[in-house]
Each structure stands twice: as structure tokens, then as C-alpha cells.
Nanobody, 127 residues
Framework: VLLVESGGGLVQAGGSLRLSCAAP?????????MGWFRQAPGTERESVAA????????YYTDSVKGRFTISRDDPKNTVYLQMNSLKPEDTAVYYC????????????????????WGQGTQVTISS
């Protein structure tokens, strides 16, 4: 599935951003688990959040719990990442990803679980 991210930008610490990931033409979008990863310069890509195909299960990495919220709007073939109380350490390129298989707590954070990736959107938080 083709994934197109948007919503990145430059904000001050404490601010908010909402990232969107659209899957144009994704007729089976609702069957995909969706995730967000991020990668800062010189670091490995790390998991941020994921949501199951049904939307009933969500997962977050510890550093974003209570600040970020992942959600999906299947009729719009879109998944969102609402990011509040942003910190300079949240600065990274954020990638949307989709997986065809059921999502579990033991798999959501693994890059190898996912099948398709977007091109990424830059998020920069100034102090």
C-alpha cells in the first residue's frame, strides 16, 4: 500500500503537531495495522506508536506515552499521530508504516513486522 505522510514542521518545545498518513487507493486499508516510527540523525529507526486494524489496540513507546495519540479514520484511509508537549528529543524524521498481519504487543515495535513505508516527514522541535 502506498503511504503518504504530511504534517511535519518546526515548532517550539511544548507545542503540538498532528501528523497524517494517507493511503490513497487503499481499498483494504482497514485490514492493515498501522504504525509510526522515527529516526534522528545517526540513530536507528525506532518505534513510536501503532494501532491495530480494528483500532481496538494501541501501543506506544515509553517516551511518548501520555503525550502522543495514534488514531485512524478508515473511511478516509488515514492514520494520525497527535503529538503534544513536544520536546527537542522528539526531533526526527517520522515514518508511517503498514502491516498486513495481526498486531501484537510482541511485534508492534519491530520494523520487520511492517510491509510498507512512507517517505517520511521531518519534525523539528526547537528549545
Amino acid at each position: 500500500v502506498l503511504l503518504v505522510e504530511s504534517g511535519g514542521g518546526l515548532v517550539q518545545a511544548g507545542g503540538s503537531l498532528r501528523l497524517s498518513c494517507a493511503a490513497p487507493g487503499g481499498r483494504t486499508f482497514s485490514s492493515y495495522a498501522m504504525g509510526w516510527f522515527r529516526q534522528a540523525p545517526g540513530t536507528e529507526r525506532e518505534s513510536v506508536a501503532a494501532i491495530s486494524g480494528s483500532g481496538s489496540s494501541t501501543y506506544y513507546t515509553d517516551s511518548v506515552k501520555g503525550r502522543f495519540t495514534i488514531s485512524r479514520d478508515d473511511p478516509k484511509n488515514t492514520v494520525y499521530l497527535q503529538m503534544n508537549s513536544l520536546k527537542p528529543e522528539d526531533t526526527a524524521v517520522y515514518y508511517c508504516t503498514a502491516g498486513r498481519y495481526p498486531l501484537y504487543g510482541s511485534s508492534w515495535f519491530r520494523t520487520g513486522y511492517y510491509d510498507d513505508w512512507g517517505q517520511g516527514t521531518q519534525v523539528t522541535i526547537s528549545s
